[in-house]
């Protein structure tokens, strides 16, 4: 129901865009959020939107770098990831929640995409 496009190889300082289809749910019911997971590391947020998009949330490490946007239209999720360092290689996650506004934790999310490889060489 969610499926997460868009990773690949990149140098540092280079962007990426990723992209998070959304199907068979009611998108508009839906806050958003990005999630990374690194090897032996714990599922973090990346950022988070609102279902209206009003309202986002982000890690610190990423504040200023990246930005989470909507396309409620077209059920749409994305991620502009600008500046991009090696410490921000992981794989990328989408989800979906059924909340007002935008949530931290990953076991507040109720569907998950399959993950999307994004690997910042330096």
């Known amino acids: 129901q969610l499926q997460a496009s868009g990773g690949g190889l990149v140098q540092a300082g280079g962007s990426l865009r990723l992209s998070c289809a959304a199907s068979?749910?009611?998108?508009?019911?839906?806050?958003m959020g990005w999630f990374r997971q690194a090897p032996g590391k714990e599922r973090e947020l990346v950022a988070a939107?609102?279902?209206?998009?009003?309202?986002?949330s982000y890690a610190e490490s990423v504040k200023g770098r990246f930005t989470i946007s909507r396309d409620n239209g077209k059920s749409m999720v994305y991620l502009q990831m600008n500046s991009l360092k090696p410490e921000d290689t992981a794989v990328y996650y989408c989800?979906?929640?059924?909340?007002?506004?935008?949530?931290?934790?990953?076991?507040?999310?109720?569907?998950w995409g399959q993950g999307t490889q994004v690997t910042v060489s330096s």
């Open positions: 989800a979906a929640a059924l909340s007002v506004q935008p949530l931290l934790r990953p076991d507040s999310y109720d569907y």
């Open positions: 939107i609102s279902l209206s998009g009003s309202r986002m």
């Open positions: 068979g749910l009611s998108f508009r019911s839906y806050s």
